[in-house]
């Protein structure tokens, strides 16, 4: 991967592009393996991504989050 | 109304300093009173509007009216208030009201102060009627102002991480909207700002809490949902400063206000309008995180198989190239075996013809090592000469003579080569290398 992605949509994109890549049956093996490893790249970045928003959900009050981001503010 | 008025007795110079050539001066209470009378003959109307700064005195209740381009200040008499029959605490601040009534001007009093004022005589809340026109009138307004388009612009991001909710604190939405968000299989973090989300007088509040949201850098997009209700329940979310609000954030805001039927001014401006919290918790996360983790595995996998079936596509070809090497060789060998042969036949064939050559090649080098031969005789022989040559001219009598010798000789030129020779001839010359000087002898003793 020569950059990492700015967010899950452009990973995917990219991602599909790989694949359909990689389908059309027109890499040669050198393109093919750095496409792989590109895919997988990417692949764990979305993961990573998902496992940021698959803990289960977490609640918390407006005011809360204020008063943390104060707090943190304040230690900086 | 000037008619009925009696102007005020001034002296000339006096009518002349207050001004142009008008009626009057009228004593002010006169002509207050008449102002009033002058109200109170206007057409008695219905006006709906939005109720502002109430306030009450021991005799009336007194308050403004407004809408977006306008306001009037209105009374009513306690008593007639009471007749209206309003539920409790239903005439206060944010309430849609209708009202019948004329204009009116009290005059004021010694001490006190006139003013102008609507004259409610009755009173009751706004239908659903009254609210739809004025909401047809606002919503006309701030589409041609193009406040509806500037939500719809922002991107929303497929997956976010926080999102914000506005909503009330004990409800049904809450509760409907964080179901959704499990389905999804979304479990990032939920920042509620609760509001109260009734009538026109919370919407401060809900746009107090919009704002609180979207002053959080890690807010990456807000829920504004309610159950539904009457057009009237729901017209806190018909509030142009709302709407303006949100219009204006760079935040995408999803609207699940009401139900389906319901249509608020903020389901317009809003980046997506949702028809229940349901839907707003799939709007808010676009990507349905089961389903994105079953499509990694899938994209996994094919990624797996492309990147095997490449080289087992090629491996056909790769052990071939693996054996080149050997079969190279081979090759190479077969090849050189061939070429010895053939170089064998050859050999054999151009045997007479090289003999041949071989002879013509050799008479050519004898006659070239012959014509060096004589070449190297001849040189020899011309050095030998140059030898004798100057080995000859050393014995020659002028190189003596040169030296410093003299030749003695007749004088026929003969050489007389001892003494008696000499003594002989009485008559010599004497040949020197630069000439000859006759001498005699004399003493031949």
């Given at each position: ?13 990219r991602?599909?592009?790989?694949i359909d890549r ?13 496409l792989c ?19 289960g959900?977490?609640e918390l ?16 | ?23 009057g ?14 109200m109170r ?26 809408d ?16 209206a029959?309003l ?7 944010g ?11 009290y005059?004021?009093g ?24 004025r ?18 612009k ?10 914000g ?5 004990s409800g ?10 499990e ?10 700002a609760f ?5 026109r ?7 107090a809490a ?8 890690q807010?990456?997009?807000?829920v ?10 729901l ?6 400063t709302l ?9 995408p ?26 839907h ?19 994209g ?13 596509a ?24 061939q ?26 080098v ?56 000499a003594a ?22």
């Amino acid at each position: 991967m020569s950059q990492p992605p700015n967010s899950y949509e452009e990973a995917v994109e990219r991602l599909e592009q790989i694949i359909d890549r990689l389908d059309s049956g027109q890499a040669g093996l050198r393109e093919t393996l750095d496409l792989c490893r590109e895919g997988r790249d990417l692949v764990t970045y979305c993961s990573g991504e998902l496992d940021a928003v698959g803990e289960g959900l977490k609640e918390l009050r407006l005011d809360e989050l204020a008063e943390r981001l104060a707090a943190s503010g304040a230690e900086g | 109304m000037g008619e009925a008025l009696e102007p005020h007795r001034l002296d000339t110079e006096a009518t002349v300093a207050a001004g142009p050539d008008l009626p009057g001066p009228f004593a002010v209470g006169r002509y207050a009173r008449k102002l009033q009378e002058e109200m109170r003959r206007r057409a008695r109307v219905l006006l709906v509007g939005e109720v502002t700064g109430v306030g009450r005195s021991k005799v009336q209740a007194y308050f403004e009216l407004r809408d977006g381009e306008g306001a009037v200040p209105c009374a009513i008499w306690l008593d007639d208030l009471e007749k209206a029959g309003l539920p409790e605490g239903a005439l206060r601040d944010g309430a849609e009201i209708v009202i019948a009534g004329g204009p009116d001007y009290y005059p004021g009093g010694g001490h006190a102060s006139p003013g102008f004022s609507f004259r409610a005589t009755h009173v009751r809340l706004a239908g659903e009627g009254d609210l739809l026109a004025r909401l047809e009138t606002l919503r006309k307004q701030l589409r041609a102002e193009g406040v509806f388009e500037l939500q719809k612009k922002l991107v929303r991001p497929l997956l976010p991480k926080t999102i914000g909710v506005v909503t009330a604190e004990s409800g049904a939405a809450r509760r409907d909207l964080l179901a959704g968000l499990e389905r999804r299989g979304w479990g990032g973090t939920v920042v509620w700002a609760f509001a109260p989300v009734q009538d026109r007088h919370a919407a401060p509040a809900i746009t107090a809490a919009i704002q609180g949201l979207a002053a959080q850098p890690q807010v990456e997009a807000i829920v504004v949902t309610r159950g539904g209700g009457s057009l009237a329940d729901l017209w806190a979310f018909c509030d142009e400063t709302l709407c303006r609000t949100v219009a204006m954030l760079r935040v995408p805001v999803i609207s699940a206000v009401g139900h389906e039927r319901d249509s608020t001014l903020i389901d317009d401006v809003a980046a997506v309008a949702c028809s229940t919290p349901t839907h707003a918790a799939e709007a808010a996360v676009p990507l349905d995180c089961g389903a994105a983790r079953v499509d990694l595995r899938r994209g996994l996998a094919a990624l797996r198989r492309a990147a095997e079936g490449s080289v087992r596509a090629r491996t056909p070809h790769l052990i071939a190239l693996a054996r080149g090497p050997a079969r190279a060789l081979r090759r190479e060998r077969l090849a050189l075996n061939q070429k010895t042969r053939e170089i064998r036949a050859a050999s054999e064939r151009g045997l007479i013809q090289r003999l041949g050559f071989q002879q013509r090649v050799a008479g050519v080098v004898l006659e070239r090592a012959a014509r060096r031969a004589a070449g190297a005789e001849m040189e020899r022989r011309r050095t030998a000469l140059h030898r004798a040559e100057v080995a000859l001219r050393a014995h020659e009598p002028e190189h003596t003579l040169a030296r410093g010798y003299a030749l003695v000789e007749d004088e026929d030129g003969e050489p007389l080569g001892d003494r008696a020779a000499a003594a002989a001839a009485e008559r010599v010359r004497l040949r020197f290398a630069d000439g000859s000087v006759g001498a005699r002898i004399e003493d031949t003793d």
